[in-house]
């Protein structure tokens, strides 16, 4: 019955004595071992002839061998991570159990039963490609959400730049009709070049000056001041402040000078909205290439923590 048994698993089996040597091998590790019959394998070191190279080429000295220091101790072992060799010189990689063999209560030797899991491991790295190229839709589809904000503010800054320019270069023409000598054009660009100052005024507040300077444009000749009022409040501007620019200009100039200056803020604005929409997609790019360490030495002290949460504002579509 136990041989019987023996014959029909399809797990190999084989027994060794306290020498190592082989007592009996059942079909099936006959057959994974390429063996033509049982005389192959009966009587010989079976570590020498199957277990006598590590999966990295290295000799494997028998001293090592987890088979026989497992039953020379009297105990079970479960190995999945080493290989078994064939006797024409190839190998699979194998999972093989160990039992010592008891007569009488004295220690004989082992049984050892392998199979070969080179299929399991082949569906495992399909499994982990799988999971990898499923990462690698995540972050992609993440990366594309997260660059297509600053790119497209990018894109439209930059048309809107196109037209600004025509604007601006019209307006500059018109101004330098006027005469202005250099000390008025200097004053002009002084306000151009002043940055905004930070407001604590309320939205309500910066609506009323916004409609005085509407009026004050209205009152010194600029068309549809309404539509520039509002950059004029975003530049920090007040009719205080555009006063002293009339004062400076002749008055025929005012209504242009006022255009140009506008026109040079948005222009301002926009640079800067191109510069901030390319910072961020640099960033992003940067913070990319970190999570993927492309072109980065094989070993290298990284911050985990910052990998993952890198990996998390990626990868989430």
């Known amino acids: 019955m136990v041989h019987a048994l023996l014959n029909a698993t399809g797990q190999g089996i084989y027994g060794v004595d306290m020498d190592g040597n082989c007592t009996f091998a059942n079909p099936s590790c006959l057959s994974m071992l390429g063996c033509q019959n049982d005389e192959d394998l009966l009587g010989g070191n079976m570590h020498e002839l199957i277990h ?3 999966p990295s080429g290295e000799p494997y000295p028998v001293e090592d061998c987890h088979i026989y220091q497992a039953f020379r101790e009297q105990e079970g072992i479960h190995i999945s991570d080493e290989i078994v060799w064939r006797l024409d010189g190839t190998s699979f990689p194998a ?3 160990s039992h010592p063999i008891m007569l009488d209560g004295e220690l004989a030797g082992c049984v050892v039963a392998f199979v070969d899991i080179s299929e399991r491991i082949r569906v495992e790295e399909e499994l982990r490609q799988s999971e990898k190229l499923s990462a ?3 972050l992609s589809a993440g990366l594309a959400h997260e660059l297509n904000n600053p790119a497209a503010a990018a894109q439209r800054a930059a048309a809107q730049m196109s037209d600004h320019l025509a604007d601006l270069e019209s307006h500059a023409i018109r101004v330098s009709q006027y005469g202005l000598t250099r000390q008025q054009w200097d004053r002009l ?3 151009q070049e ?3 100052a ?3 005024k309320s939205a309500l507040d910066l609506a009323d000056v916004e409609d005085a300077i509407s009026r004050w444009l209205a009152d010194h000749g600029v068309d549809d001041g309404w539509k520039v009022a509002p950059g004029l409040v975003a530049a920090g501007m007040d009719e205080a402040a555009l006063d002293a620019l009339a004062s400076n200009l002749p008055d025929e100039s005012v209504a242009d000078a006022v255009a140009w200056l506008c ?3 948005s222009v301002k604005d926009l640079i800067g909205t191109v510069e901030m929409s390319t910072h961020s997609i640099s960033e992003l ?4 290439k970190q999570y993927s360490y492309m072109d980065r030495a094989p070993e290298q002290e990284i911050d985990v923590h910052d990998g993952i949460r890198e990996h998390a504002s990626y990868s989430q579509p």
Request: aromatic share 8%; net charge neutral.
């Open 95 to 97: 999972e093989y159990w």
């Open 285 to 288: 790019v940067a913070a990319v």
């Open 189 to 191: 660009r002084e306000h």
């Open 194 to 196: 002043d940055e905004p």
């Open 136 to 138: 690698l839709g995540k």
């Open 52 to 54: 006598h190279t590590r």
């Open 263 to 265: 026109c040079s803020r």
């Open 198 to 200: 930070s407001s604590a």
